[in-house]
């Protein structure tokens, strides 16, 4: 079984603040994925990773910066917190030329 | 802008009755349409799929309905149960892209 987990379930941080959401998957998959889902807007990609170091701008990567140093590993990181980046952020996995993405449980972040 | 529209936004269903949720695209090359379902607390999950060269693919309660020439395809979820209360999004993927193209999501309640 794919296991793709988040670094945290819920998540309160301050406007300004620098965020980092972390993302751990144990299958090997070269695809990496940050979501946020936000009610009547769906799953809206933020940014990929095809490799590690290689990174790709997803349909709302403004005020994001992600991560990929090893394989296993991708991490979202938001500069400076805002209260419109309050969201759940949901983390995905593939692997190279399958379609089927396997997602984490998810971190609620609130921005005060 | 939304490569994949899904309506309706949320639906409502007796227990035992037909949940019917409808998707449409424009990108005439997507040739894999999943299906996920997303249970409260957790993330997105692969609940059933359907490539182009077939009108219809069943797996238990569960159908998806695909009509190539209207770009359309639909999730029918037969005899609802309570326990299928949960959100489903639509997704599209083409060869060669490396992310899942979803849906705005619908929510499902299904009543005793």
């Known amino acids: 079984d794919v296991k793709v987990t988040q670094s945290s379930r819920y998540l309160v941080k301050r406007t300004g603040e620098k965020v980092f959401l972390e993302c751990v998957q144990d299958?090997?998959?070269?695809?990496m994925f940050w979501y946020r889902q936000d009610p009547g807007l769906g799953l809206r990609l933020i940014y990929f990773?095809?490799?590690?170091?290689?990174?790709e701008k997803g349909d709302i990567p403004e005020g994001y910066s992600v991560s990929r140093e090893k394989k296993e590993r991708f991490s979202l990181i938001l500069e400076s917190a805002s209260t419109n980046q309050t969201s759940m952020y949901l983390c995905?996995?593939?692997?190279?030329?399958?379609?089927?993405?396997?997602f984490g449980p998810g971190t609620r972040l609130t921005v005060l | 802008q939304q490569q994949v529209k899904q309506s309706p936004q949320s639906l409502i269903v007796q227990k035992g009755g037909i949940s019917i949720i409808n998707c449409a695209y424009e990108?005439?090359?997507?040739?894999?349409f999943p299906w996920y379902q997303q249970f409260p607390g957790k993330g997105p999950a692969l609940l059933i799929a359907?490539?182009?060269?077939?009108s219809e693919k069943k797996e238990g309660r569960f159908t998806i309905s695909f009509n190539k020439s209207a770009k359309q395809f639909s999730l029918h979820i037969m005899d609802s149960q309570p326990g299928d209360s949960a959100t489903y999004f639509c997704?599209?993927?083409?060869?060669?892209?490396?992310?899942?193209?979803f849906g705005t999501g619908t929510r499902l309640t299904v009543i005793p």
């Open positions: 990773s095809y490799d590690v170091k290689m990174k």
């Open positions: 359907i490539r182009p060269d077939v």
């Open positions: 990108n005439t090359a997507f040739d894999y």
């Open positions: 997704a599209a993927h083409y060869t060669g892209a490396n992310n899942l193209f």
């Open positions: 299958m090997d998959h070269e695809n």
């Open positions: 995905a996995t593939s692997g190279p030329g399958t379609d089927t993405q396997y």
